[in-house]
């Protein structure tokens, strides 16, 4: 079905940015350039901003966010600057938006409506389109207007650009339905996809240590991955170059390898029903033994991301794994001074802050030397020595422990291997899910899991696999 809702990508047109800042937020109402970060969106969506306009007020307007006499500055500026289409930095209700069209007689999109035609237009693989468009949907459905019907006078002729395409008044009604229709088929499509993923994902964590990237949009992830392994995830400097997640083996010394996971970046107020869709695909990211929180360390809103990169880890319930701070582009830190916010302007200062981090360079290598040691210790800190009884008719639990383990002392009796092995709890896991009757150290082996590795605490909610959080809870 064509809902007319997809075809919104803003090439080239001429924008303007607005938004109202409320006096309660303090940290945006300081920065010196608080539009920055909308300024990149656009631009990575294809626009060209051409001017911007921020109202301070102690609360948004309910009927057009900003006040009448600055909207009636937005029409002028518009009308001058011939503006294809006006971006507001906060999500608008659908009236809101409705009413600041009508008196702006141009195309106006909000943060979400932004983010999400940047997303659409990145989405390659299946999932990753899925997701998409069930957001786009369900968010766009509800704002769903005889889109910009008006414009035929402004442009002088047929309205060009983002939703254009979309339905007639008289549409809107049917269009709905066929809407929500369509949302329950791409979340049943979505969920057989996912499905098969988790299993992939959760195979792989159970053989082999598995470390994630994780960071705020432009981070440098791609760059780190792509220097560490033999690469092949899409760097640049844009907003969500990345959308879905790669995993390529990573060597961290010695014959040890671990498993390293690109992943999508996160952003502040990503759209609600984004974040719903994207859980899956931060699936990497909850199951990952180890993860590398990597920061923009010369960014001047690095704080704040970083804030925001565990408020969202967090959210989705990547709570137990050890968490190590990369301070990335540290070769561009030298000196660099910022005004109007408490970003740390050296490395010093941002050890002081977080006196665990590691300090790297993507771009030139320093620093891996150390990101390498923290992940190999991270890796073998997990291992136990045991001892294992294996039933001399299993030779394959004894093949896969001799393959991934380091098996030290091999004995027998009448009816058991006996090995004694350095192993992690994912070898164990897998024999476990392999078959295998064994006991360790001479133990029951549920019993002695429990006493080799003590459970973090950790919500019985957040054991069951994101998928099935996805399907069904609406959003
Ligand atoms: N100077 C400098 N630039 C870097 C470094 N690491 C990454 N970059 C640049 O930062 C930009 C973003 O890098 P990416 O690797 O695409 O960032 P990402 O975190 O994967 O971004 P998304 O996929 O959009 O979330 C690119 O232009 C990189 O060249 C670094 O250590 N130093
Ligand atoms: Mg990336």
Redesign the pocket.
């Known amino acids: 079905m064509e809902t007319g809702l997809r075809d919104g990508s803003i090439q080239s047109e001429r924008a303007f940015l607005a938004a109202v800042i409320l006096n309660s937020d303090e940290v945006t109402a300081a920065s010196s350039d608080p539009l920055s970060e909308l300024r990149a969106l656009a631009q990575t969506a294809g626009v060209e901003p051409v001017g911007q306009m921020v109202q301070f007020r102690h609360g948004m307007d309910g009927r057009t966010c900003f006040g009448k006499g600055k909207l009636l500055e937005l029409e002028a500026a518009v009308k001058e600057l011939r503006v294809g289409v006006v971006i507001f930095d906060h999500e608008l209700s659908p009236s809101q938006l409705r009413n600041i069209e009508k008196q702006l007689s141009c195309k106006v999109l909000d943060r979400s409506e932004l983010i999400l035609d940047i997303f659409a237009n990145r989405a390659t693989t299946r999932a990753a389109q899925l997701q998409v468009e069930i957001a786009q949907l369900e968010y766009t459905a509800p704002r769903l207007r005889a889109m910009w019907s008006h414009l035929g006078q402004v442009t002088g002729g047929s309205p060009m650009g983002v939703g254009t395409r979309g339905p007639g008044e008289q549409q809107l009604e049917i269009d709905r339905r066929l809407v929500s229709k369509r949302i329950v088929a791409l979340k049943r499509e979505l969920s057989e996809v996912q499905a098969r993923k988790s299993r992939e994902v959760q195979a792989r964590c159970a053989e082999h240590f598995t470390v994630g990237i994780v960071g705020y949009t432009n981070a440098g992830?791609?760059t780190l991955f792509n220097a560490l392994t033999r690469g092949g995830?899409?760097?640049n400097d844009q907003l969500f170059?990345?959308l879905q997640t790669r995993t390529e083996s990573w060597s961290v010394g010695g014959a040890n390898t671990v498993l390293l996971s690109?992943t999508v970046?996160f952003i502040q107020r990503l759209p609600h029903h984004l974040v719903a869709s994207f859980r899956a695909t931060l699936e990497e990211t909850v199951h990952s033994h180890l993860l590398l929180l990597l920061v923009d360390s010369a960014d001047p809103r690095s704080v704040a991301q970083l804030a925001t990169v565990r408020e969202v880890l967090d959210g989705i319930g990547a709570t137990t794994q050890p968490r190590i701070v990369i301070l990335n582009k540290v070769d561009k830190l030298a000196g660099m001074p910022k005004a109007g916010s408490d970003a740390p302007t050296s490395l010093a200062q941002w050890l002081e802050r977080e006196p665990t981090a590691i300090a790297i360079s993507a771009l030139t290598g320093s620093g891996f030397d150390n990101l390498r040691a923290r992940a190999l210790e991270s890796m073998l800190g997990e291992v136990r020595e045991v001892v294992l009884r294996i039933p001399l008719r299993d030779g394959r639990a004894v093949d896969y422990l001799e393959s991934r383990a380091t098996v030290s002392a091999r004995d027998y009796d009448e009816h058991s291997s006996i090995l004694t092995a350095q192993v992690a709890r994912r070898h164990l896991d897998q024999l476990i899910a392999m078959g295998t009757r064994f006991t360790v150290n001479d133990l029951p082996v549920h019993e002695a899991l429990k006493a080799l590795w003590p459970l973090p605490e950790k919500p019985i909610e957040q054991r069951i696999p994101l998928h099935e959080r996805l399907v069904g809870d609406g959003a």
Do not use: Q
């Open positions: 992830k791609s995830a899409f760097a170059a990345t690109d970046g």
